[in-house]
């Protein structure tokens, strides 16, 4: 767009001008010239070169007096620190704009302004260069200015963001990384403003943020601009997108998570100085997402597109993390920022640690866990900046929210708790950089935590982390992966909770043989079926008002349960696809449906409920049928629409052969044909008489997944819960072994898989040995017994085949 001296627009920038226009703004340009074309929305603008940052000190002779000032700096003493950069800034805001500069941007903001409109709004950001480390990232250590108009904010703007070099935290920043102050320029991206003041905004990285999974894009959303969910003031609804069957054209969204969103930035009124302001969330809109399906599909394309791209040129894999903002009036996305993420993509992958917490006590905070680890501390609370000098190493953080004018007492602490925000805001994105466990969004932290407690912070239990009174004892298991040799038997796991599934895919695994539903309906349901499908027949007004509570926002209260199953399954199915996912429809018991919300209304009383109506006899019965209904609407929706087809489904305590034809009949008229779209339907064979008649259920199913826990009671006929009879209770038994032997050899001999679910391997090796030695094709271990296991295994199976020759 002509010539000049400091303006290069977005057109003419490729991500090779780092140098010149730094990370931000060269990715802004990659991205305008590379990617507009395949449907990618970048808003156009220019970039004034770090050419100008120079000449700006040059002009005004600043270049010594700011060496002068960072003489014998100790980044340590906070005070000094604060008190060196503020006197950089201003000599850098006395400096001002040159004439010929500001002659340069001006006439770039009139042509940007013929295209978007006269006196357009802008958004001024730093872009930070490091000549000799072109990858090194400077993310959110510079200024932002958002909702700028006219010449003199403009102006003002730019100078603000050449000052902002020398904020705080990207003094620290270049000292902890051995950064020359003087050889990082400062570039100024001026674009278009989306106006998502109007909607939302967000981030999204190609990446899991806290197990390193890279086969999802996971997005933070809020409504207005995008400044709330950086700085973690708001706690945002959360999405997870499966990029393989993404790619293939499906609507795999496996998981969405309803974040507060209690307030939002927008505009400032009028003619104010104010440029943004922060105003409350009406209530309605807080329980609702601020994005629908396909834009959640649409950014997660976005994604998949950016990160192609850049991995295309980068000759590997390059997770991204991205903003994004919708135009309220226009209804566009547009994307706003990209680099390569540059926490978890780093870690090295042949390496498997592990957290494991020793003791337990009374949970004090929960909120959303950042990082796997667990760290015990003395817990300081910081209600403001002017108490950062107070913070002694060690010491457990504990604060409303952090900025990025806290991180050179951020690195010193041990742990990090926060009331607002979500897993992409300040303060997680530092925690996972310095590599400490951070609590956010635990709300009443800074109530309910007084400094000198002793806590401990687990961030190694799922997605909830928890702070714990005291000082608890906790371990860590390192296992090199690269000296685990693969055993020939398939080697899968047990898994009830999806929130573990990112993370226990990263284990040597063929997959999962048994996904429980009982933990999903549990802990994310909580209401019992068929209360969702006749909530007339609950009586007692507290159990309707939770109920109502729980399922807002859903056009039915069926549609409750089946989005909410399908997202847990379909989570876990997407962290181990392709590999087979067996997951196990409802097996709770009468007395453990009771326990639901409105569960009385819909059960009996059972003597012995352990041996009642549970498992296939439900499913097909009046008083389950529609429960079984809406379980089954899940399934599909996970195999069709998010495309898991690696998902096999599993009938529980299936008794009789009749109850064979009955259950799969009702589930072919829900749409699950066994056979159809590669549709498998194994049983659980943990009934004696599924073992006597293994030739006639071999029929009906295509494999049977041994039970050690049920087929040890009912072989043995000892209750598993009895505490007097807990030594009867035996898997290692030989009338089970026999039992197990032959339903092993009934499976082969009608060719079909053969596996064993049950607790019985995890707890004894040798039983797993002897699983082995019999012929069985997987065992399924508890996760933290496969790395102990395996070796066994493979023990036994060079042991056959040395006998055989």
Known sequence: MGNSNYIRWFE??????????????ASLGEMYRELTNRGVKIPNGFAVTADAYWHVLKSAG???????IFEGLDTENVHDLSERGKKARNIILDAGIPDDLWNEIKEAYDKLSEQYGSDTDVAVRSSATAEDLPNASFAGQQETYLNIHGYHSLKDACSRCFASLFTD??????????????????????????????????????????????????????????????????????????????????????????????????????????????????????RRFCINDQEILQLASYGVTIEDHYSKKNGKRLPMDIEWAKDGETGEIFIVQARPETVQSQKEK?????YILDERSSIIVTGRSVGSKIATGKVRVIQGVSELSSFKSGEVLVADTTTPDWEPVMKKAAAIITNKGGRTCHAAIVSRELGIP????????????????????????GDVGKVYEGALEFHTESVDLKEIESAKTDIMMNLGNPEAAFGLSMIPNSGIGLARL???????????????????????????????????????????????????????????????????????????????????????????????????????DERYRE????????????REEMGLTNLILMIPFCRRIEEAEKVLSEMKNHGLERGKNELQIYVMCEIPSNILLVDEFSKYFDGFSIGSNDLTQ????????????????????????????????????????????????????????????????????????????????????????????
Request: aromatic residues 8%.
């Open 518 to 620: 009982e933990f999903i309906i549990s802990n994310y349901i909580r209401i019992h079926p068929m209360a969702l499908v006749h909530p007339e027949k609950v009586e007692d007004t507290s159990s309707l008002e939770e109920i109502e509570n729980l399922t807002k926002g859903y056009e039915s209260k069926e549609d409750y349960f089946v989005e909410k199953l399908s997202f847990g399954v379909g989570t876990i199915a997407a962290a181990f696809y392709p590999k087979p996912v067996v997951v196990r429809m409802s097996d709770f018991k009468s007395n453990e449906y009771k326990s639901l919300l409105g569960g009385k209304y819909f059960e009996f009383e059972e003597n012995n409920p352990m041996l009642g109506f549970r498992g296939a006899s439900r499913y097909y």
């Open 169 to 286: 935290r990207a003094i620290s920043y270049r000292v902890n990384n051995n950064f020359d102050h003087f050889k990082v320029g400062l570039s100024v991206g001026v674009m278009k403003m989306v106006r998502s003041d109007l909607a939302s905004s967000g981030v999204m990285f190609t990446i899991d943020t806290e197990t390193g999974f890279e086969d999802v894009v996971f997005i933070t959303a809020t409504y207005g601009l995008g400044e709330n969910i950086v700085q973690g003031l708001v706690n945002p609804d959360e999405y997870y997108v499966f990029k393989p069957t993404l790619k293939e054209g499906l609507m795999p969204i496996v998981n969405k998570a309803l974040g507060e969103k209690e307030i939002k930035m927008i505009y400032g009124q009028g003619d104010s100085r104010v440029l943004t302001r922060n105003v409350d969330v009406p209530a309605a809109d807080r």
């Open 12 to 25: 003419d920038i490729t991500i090779d001008d780092v140098p010149l226009v730094g990370g931000k703004n």
């Open 350 to 354: 042949d390496t498997l640690e592990t």
């Open 62 to 68: 600043a270049l010594e007096k700011l060496k002068n």
């Open 627 to 638: 429960g079984f209904a809406l379980e089954c609407r899940a399934m599909k929706r996970v």
């Open 438 to 461: 951070a609590v956010v969004g635990a709300g009443n932290a800074t109530d309910k935590l007084e400094s000198g407690m002793e806590v401990t912070l687990s961030c190694a239990e």
């Open 714 to 805: 009912l072989t043995l006929g000892v209750d598993r819960d009895s505490e007097i009879l807990a030594e009867a209770f035996d898997e290692r038994d030989e009338a089970v072994k026999k039992i197990v032997s032959m339903a092993i050899k009934g499976a082969k001999r009608n060719g079909k898989h053969s596996g064993l679910c049950g607790q019985a391997p995890s707890d004894f090796p040798e039983f797993a040995e002897f699983l082995v030695k019999e012929g069985i094709d997987s065992i399924s271990l508890n996760p933290d017994s496969v790395m102990k296991i395996v070796p066994r295994i493979r023990q036994a199976e060079k042991e056959m085949e040395k006998r055989d020759g």
